[in-house]
């Protein structure tokens, strides 16, 4: 199983940019999928999750600001982060947790993490 994150980038203050995510493999069922973030010299932290069922959960920092969503048909998810402030700036991780083909157990999963920089 694998997780493709794109959509990260170079943007002022106040702008807006959508992160999306895309597992692949050999997949049986994707439970929750969401975001993660992990600037320098910190730990990393939950931005947002979405469940299979759709229920969400954000950081307090990101809501007002930020969406998650998912396509199930296409086990992709989406960050959409609007209203950005320079303390946004992180690497951003995508993650899902997978029940691989044949399995009975549910894994944890990461993506490449994909930078965010919010200029002042």
């Known amino acids: 199983v694998q997780l493709q994150a794109s959509g990260g980038g170079l943007v002022e203050t106040g702008g807006s940019l959508r992160l999306s995510c895309t597992a692949s493999g050999r997949i049986g069922s994707i439970s929750n999928m969401g975001w993660f973030r992990q600037a320098p010299g910190k730990q990393r932290d939950l931005v947002a999750m979405?469940?299979?069922?759709?229920?969400?959960n954000l950081a307090d920092s990101v809501k007002g600001r930020s969406t998650i969503s998912r396509d199930n048909d296409k086990d992709t998810v989406y960050l959409q982060m609007n209203s950005l402030k320079p303390e946004d700036t992180a690497v951003y991780y995508c993650?899902?947790?997978?029940?691989?083909?044949?399995?009975?157990?549910?894994?944890?999963?990461w993506g490449q993490g994909t930078q965010v920089t919010v200029s002042s």
């Open positions: 993650y899902a947790q997978v029940r691989p083909l044949y399995k009975t157990l549910n894994q944890d999963y």
């Open positions: 979405v469940a299979s069922g759709g229920g969400t």
